[in-house]
C-alpha cells in the first residue's frame, strides 16, 4: 500500500496538495491537525485548562472524532468550520506540544492506514507517526504568504482578522512547534523538500507526482 507523508508548518499548503494527492491517487486522508482542533475545541466547550495534561488525556478516551475529506464531527456533532478558528488553533498548538497527548492519539492517527493507502498531513507524519512512509514530503513557504493565506481562507469563512496579527501568530506557532521537545516540526531525513511560495497547488502536485 501506498503511504504518502506531508509535513509542514501552518500555511504551507499542506491541507490542500494533501486533499488533492488523495483524489487522485485514490487514497484514504488523514488531516493529523484537525485531530488537536477537535480536542481543542472540546476543551474550549467543557471550560477545561489546556494544561491540564492528564485530564485531558482522559478525556481523548470519551471522545468520537471522525474525519470525512469534508467533514469533521465530535460526539455526532458537525465542528468543520468550528475548529478553523484562530482560538481554536492557539489551544491546539499548546495541547499538541503535551507529551501524553500525542501519545494518547497515536494510535488514532495510524488507524487511518488502511488499504488503498494514505496520504496524511501534519507536523510529524514523516518522522514519528509514519516513519514507515514510503514517500515523504515537507512543505514550505515564507511566513508573509503562509500569512496572506491564512487571511483569505479566513475571510472567506467569515472570521473577522488582521494580517498582521496573523504574521505575528504564524512565527509565534512555527516557535513553539520548532523548538518543543515532543516531535518537533522538522523535516524527516528522507523528505523531499518543496518550497511553495512562488508555486500553484497544481504546481506543487505535480512536483510530488513525479517523485511518487
Not at 107 to 127: I, K, N
Request: hydrophobic share 40%.
Amino acid at each position: 500500500m501506498n503511504l504518502i507523508t506531508i509535513d509542514g508548518p501552518a500555511g504551507s499548503g499542506k491541507g490542500t496538495i494533501a486533499r488533492i494527492l488523495s483524489d487522485r491517487l485514490h487514497l484514504n486522508y488523514l488531516d493529523s491537525g484537525a485531530i488537536y482542533r477537535v480536542i481543542a475545541l472540546f476543551l474550549n466547550r467543557n471550560h477545561i485548562p489546556n494544561d491540564e495534561e492528564q485530564l485531558i488525556k482522559q478525556k481523548i478516551k470519551d471522545l468520537n472524532i471522525v474525519f470525512l475529506k469534508t467533514k469533521v464531527t465530535l460526539n455526532n456533532d458537525d465542528v468543520t468550520e468550528e475548529i478553523r478558528s484562530e482560538k481554536i488553533a492557539k489551544t491546539a498548538s499548546h495541547i499538541s506540544s503535551l507529551k501524553s497527548v500525542r501519545a494518547s492519539i497515536l494510535d488514532l492517527q495510524r488507524s487511518y492506514f488502511q488499504p488503498p493507502g494514505l496520504v496524511a498531513e501534519g507536523r510529524d507524519m514523516g518522522t514519528v507517526v509514519f516513519p514507515e512512509a514510503n514517500k515523504k514530503f515537507f512543505l514550505t513557504a515564507s511566513t508573509e504568504e503562509r500569512a496572506a493565506r491564512r487571511y483569505k481562507q479566513l475571510i472567506s469563512k467569515g472570521f473577522d482578522v488582521n494580517i498582521h496579527d496573523l504574521v505575528s501568530e504564524i512565527q509565534e506557532r512555527d516557535d513553539r512547534d520548532i523548538n518543543r521537545k515532543i516531535s518537533p516540526l522538522v523535516p524527516a531525513s528522507d523528505a523531499h523538500q518543496i518550497d511553495t511560495t512562488f508555486l500553484s497547488p497544481d504546481e506543487v502536485v505535480n512536483a510530488i507526482l513525479q517523485k511518487i
